[in-house]
């Protein structure tokens, strides 16, 4: 079985259209979003569609929280707390019904899928130093965490003798001697300096890891984003990816 894992589509509707056709054209067996489908980008309902009609599995993310009022304006950036209010206005009671009946966090045999983190995972922490990568893998029930969360495709493996070793995403074959948490990165906005859309493919049987890289019309995005008011940053960061 060949899965794709897709996360942090932020409304983004060109970007989510693009992994999609190329996850078709892969003959994937199952297609699962870990999270943030919504927030920053102006396709809310669009992408939520998309998301519900494709996806096996679909978890919460911390931007579904914020539409759901789930997180105090106080503990939001500026241009975070713009965007979650924008997004509320533009999400309806269907789309709010369909976002509630998310996963927090979903297991598959040997296999952990979360947004943000295992340790915690309401809490939405970052997995980007080995501090936090020994608290996850702390709290992991699989071999295998696929999450995402901060855009940023990376690896953390544990070695039986304790020993992690962080490494930026590439395509890997997991050893069974190890465990591994695997950022897949983001399809809608990515932070890793390559504007390109990105999603990890997963064959469950030879367990081979392969990340998709997915150019998309990044113009008609923008524009579409800049019609809508949304804040100058967010639209200009999708060109460079950062």
């Known amino acids: 079985m060949v899965v794709a894992?897709?996360?942090?589509?932020?409304?983004?509707?060109?970007?989510?259209?693009?992994?999609?056709?190329?996850?078709?054209?892969?003959?994937?067996?199952?297609?699962?979003?870990?999270?943030?489908?919504?927030?920053?980008?102006?396709?809310?309902?669009?992408?939520l569609d998309l998301v519900m009609e494709n996806c096996d599995?679909?978890?919460?993310?911390?931007?579904?929280?914020?539409?759901?009022?789930?997180?105090?304006?106080?503990?939001?950036?500026?241009?975070?707390?713009?965007?979650?209010?924008?997004?509320?206005?533009?999400?309806?009671?269907?789309d709010i019904e369909r976002i509630s009946n998310f996963e927090m966090e979903a297991h598959l045999?040997?296999?952990?899928?979360?947004?943000?983190?295992?340790?915690?995972?309401?809490?939405?922490?970052?997995?980007?130093?080995?501090?936090?990568a020994r608290r996850a893998f702390d709290h992991m029930q699989g071999r295998i965490c696929f999450y995402g969360h901060s855009h940023l495709p990376m690896i953390f493996s544990l070695s039986d003798e304790g020993d992690i070793r962080h490494q930026v995403g590439h395509d890997i074959q997991p050893f069974d001697e190890k465990r591994y948490l695997i950022n897949v990165g983001s399809v809608g906005q990515p932070r890793d300096n390559d504007p390109d859309a990105c999603y990890v493919s997963f064959d469950t049987?030879?367990?081979?890891?392969?990340?998709?890289?997915?150019p998309y019309d990044i113009a008609t995005t923008q524009e579409k984003m800049r019609a809508a008011g949304v804040p100058t940053m967010l639209v200009e960061r999708l060109t460079v990816g950062q």
């Open 5 to 47: 894992l897709i996360s942090d589509i932020h409304a983004n509707l060109e970007a989510l259209t693009a992994v999609l056709n190329d996850i078709r054209s892969r003959n994937h067996d199952a297609v699962y979003c870990l999270g943030d489908v919504v927030g920053y980008g102006c396709d809310p309902t669009a992408c």
């Open 109 to 132: 045999a040997d296999v952990d899928l979360v947004h943000a983190s295992p340790y915690q995972p309401e809490t939405w922490r970052y997995i980007l130093a080995t501090q936090e």
């Open 205 to 214: 049987e030879s367990r081979s890891v392969n990340y998709r890289r997915v």
């Open 57 to 94: 599995i679909r978890l919460m993310g911390n931007h579904e929280y914020y539409a759901l009022g789930l997180v105090s304006e106080e503990y939001l950036s500026p241009i975070a707390r713009q965007s979650a209010v924008w997004t509320q206005e533009h999400l309806g009671e269907r």
